[in-house]
Every structure is written in C-alpha cells, then in structure tokens.
C-alpha cells in the first residue's frame, strides 16, 4: 500500500472542493493539524493518516459521477444508415438528436433540425452526409458539473470506455437526476 504524500492530500482535498475545516471536521481532528500534514511540517499517525484518507474517500463518494447519471442504452445510428431512418428513430423513440456510432466509437450527431430542410429524395442518402460534429466524450468518473458545464454548450454528452461508447447523458437526464 502506497501512503499518499502531503501533496497528494492537499490535492485530493481541493479537488473535491473541502476545505482544511470541512476535512478536519470529517476526519475528525483540528484544522490546524490538516494543514501542518499538507505543509509537510509533520508526519501523521497511521489512525490519523487513515482517518483522513477514509474522510476523502467519503467526501469522493458524495460527488455525483457520469457513471451515475448516464443512460447505457444509447439509441443512436450509423454513418451509414440512411437519413429516413435516422428520422424514424427520432420519431419513434422521441427524441430530438442522435449519436452516430461507427463500430462502438461516436462520430457524429444528426438532429430534427438537420433534417427539417430535406426533399424527399434526401431520405435515402446516409447519414454522414448530413450530420453534425459528434457531442462531446467524457469518461464515467467526469464530474456532474463537468458534465452540466459540457451540456451548456452541446445536446447531449457520451461517455466512453477507451474510446468505446458505455452511455449518453442529456440535459432531460440531470434535471430528472437533480431534481
């Protein structure tokens, strides 16, 4: 076992927002104490160094991950699918965009509002002829506000495992999540 050094804690720390008070009140001892770990100035007992890896770790469990939030049933289409298709889809299942998925791997995104100007004859072309930038990928461990922060921005969020599409989060999935 790898004990963590006064950087890793104080690191962790500001990465799940807790500050040296909220950390100490957690792990149950003083502020000042907190910070003469982080700064180096002394070296904790192991129930103290333990008591505040456990604090971290439960203060990391309270975080909202994309794991949590997303839907790993992603309705989506290949580049090669023709455009009816993919307009069957939106219809059918409701929604107003569509991940491309080319072998597990997102490549783009078509919406009702790509399809809104097409002729009749366009419903047979693919696709890839006609979609849009892919949404944005993020891992399963991305933050709630990571992903809040993407969704401000783009339709939908794919979170991928080494590249490979594991799930989707839409904005509708963080209202019902955080409401």
């Known amino acids: 076992m790898e004990l963590p050094t006064p ?9 799940l927002d807790l500050t040296q008070s ?16 982080e700064g180096g100035d002394v070296d904790p007992r192991l129930s103290t160094l333990r008591r505040i890896v456990t604090a971290l770790d439960e203060a990391a469990g309270d975080i909202i ?7 790993e049933d992603v309705v989506s289409v290949s580049p090669t699918d023709p455009v009816g298709e993919a ?16 072998d597990g791997v997102p490549v783009g995104s078509i919406s009702q509002g790509d ?4 002729d009749e004859d366009a419903r047979t072309e693919p696709v890839s002829e006609h979609m849009a ?24 969020v794919m979170i991928t495992d080494a590249g490979e599409t594991i799930g989707i989060i839409t904005e509708a999935d ?6």
Do not use: C, W
Not at 7 to 15: N, S
Not at 25 to 33: E, I, M
């Open 7 to 15: 950087a890793d804690l104080r690191q962790r720390r500001t990465d």
């Open 22 to 37: 909220q950390l100490a009140d957690r792990a149950d001892v003083s502020q000042p104490l907190i910070a003469r770990i």
């Open 65 to 71: 991950r994309a794991g949590d939030l997303m839907n």
């Open 87 to 102: 307009a069957r889809l939106m219809e059918s299942e409701a929604y107003s965009q569509l991940a491309v998925i080319q």
């Open 115 to 118: 399809l809104v100007h097409l």
């Open 133 to 156: 930038e892919s949404f944005p990928t993020v891992s399963s461990d991305a933050t709630v506000d990571e992903v809040s922060s993407l969704l401000d921005h783009y339709k939908a």
């Open 174 to 179: 963080l209202a019902a999540r955080l409401s």
